[in-house]
């Protein structure tokens, strides 16, 4: 059974920091390209960060370019999302994604977890 579990979610104040973790289960985890995206209230889910499963690329969005960083333990089956200098826009339902390689088949797997939420406040 395919588990992708967030944690690490809460209340900070503007210019905190907060690392949320993604534990995952059932699935070949270093197989998968692995992102982070969020959900604010009103708003379509976005692409924060995503780390790719050879030699570990990364990419970011740009309002988080320099902020935030995504990064992998396979070892653990968890992928990793470290935010600092974080910002009232911040604020949303942080979900992670796990998507397989294309199989010969042409088929793909795409996982996600339930979420957690980060709000920025003071």
């Known amino acids: 059974q395919v588990q992708l579990g967030e944690s690490g979610g809460g209340l900070v104040q503007p210019g905190g920091s907060l690392t949320l973790s993604c534990a995952a289960s059932?699935?070949?985890?270093?197989?998968?390209?692995l992102s982070w995206y969020r959900q604010a209230p009103g708003k379509e889910r976005e692409l924060v960060a995503a780390?790719?499963?050879?030699?570990?690329?990364?990419n970011y969005a740009d309002s988080v370019k320099g902020r935030f960083t995504i990064s992998r333990d396979n070892a653990k089956n968890t992928v990793y999302l470290q935010m600092n200098s974080l910002k009232p826009e911040d604020t949303a339902v942080y979900y992670c994604n796990a998507v397989s390689p294309v199989t010969p088949l042409m088929t793909q797997y795409d996982f996600w977890g339930q979420g957690t939420q980060v709000t920025v406040s003071s």
């Open positions: 780390i790719t499963s050879g030699d570990g690329s990364t």
């Open positions: 059932g699935f070949t985890f270093s197989s998968y390209a």
